[in-house]
């Protein structure tokens, strides 16, 4: 598989690029929907209260674009609704979620496909609200603080077959910093990590393998752990569009409920 073809692939998750850098110019974009359930949630102590059907519906915008050779801007933008089931009472949130920016650099001197990249998490929402004497009873979108990811990314494609593959390693720093009031707990670091194996299968159609793992420098009541797997689909439709989907189940959490997300988007590639 070429490297151009690659730059086509990397939907698996939001603001995980691969090590395929835009060069300027090159834009990639993404619009899609999420749906993630549960039969649990993290209240805003930090404890996993179970007994409630989770459902968080995601609709967001993923952007790339090549601004130098080598080096690419992204922006991921969500907004989300969510709501706890208690029997026959729902609590439901809808706001704007987890903004990510993040600047993504292909050192030029060497020859296999690599970068390293800087994330910023930013809460567009305050964790603390609703308040009131049920507000814990309400999802959060999320946990409401910043957050910082160093990472670094290799890969390729394995030569005369139709396979791919590449691993992202990071370390993420878990700030205090919130928007509005935040919540009254604190958060350890932790290394983050990412991969995906892939196939052109039939006429530009990709299938995938992913999986994903944010796991805490140490254990305490609040800072999340999981991995997830699964499998992704990428099919082009022609005019640099093409429709991707995938499943993704959790089938390890810490401090985070085990739960099932499938996922569709639209995307569009300009080269």
Known sequence: MRAADLLSVLWAAPAWAGPWTRDAGQVYVKVSESLYTADAFQDA???????????????????????????????????SVASNTFG????????LGDARL????????????QALRA???????DAAEPGGL?????????????????????GGSVPRTPLYGFVELGYEHRSEWALGEGLDRGFVDGAV???????????????????????????DQSTKGYATVGPGLL????????????????????????????????????R
């Open 193 to 219: 990590a990412f991969a995906q194996l892939g196939a052109t299968v039939w006429r530009g159609i990709i299938l995938s393998a992913n999986a994903q793992a944010v796991l805490p420098f140490e254990t």
């Open 88 to 95: 026959d009472a729902t609590f439901r949130s809808a706001r």
């Open 235 to 270: 099919a082009p439709v022609g005019g640099g569009l093409a429709l991707e989907a995938g499943v993704d189940w959790t089938p390890w959490a810490r401090n985070s409920a085990r739960g099932t997300q499938v996922s569709l988007g639209l995307s569009w590639l300009r």
């Open 119 to 125: 994330e910023v998490k930013l809460p567009l929402y």
């Open 45 to 79: 102590s930090g404890r996993v209260v179970k007994g409630v059907t989770y459902t968080g519906w995601t609709s967001a915008v993923y952007a790339e674009a090549g601004v130098a050779d080598g080096l690419h801007l992204q922006l991921f933008l969500p907004h």
């Open 102 to 113: 993040a600047a993504q650099w292909s050192l030029p001197w060497l020859d296999f496909p």
């Open 134 to 154: 049920q507000g814990d009873r309400f999802p959060l979108i999320g946990d409401g603080q910043v957050d910082a990811r160093l990472w670094i990314s290799a």
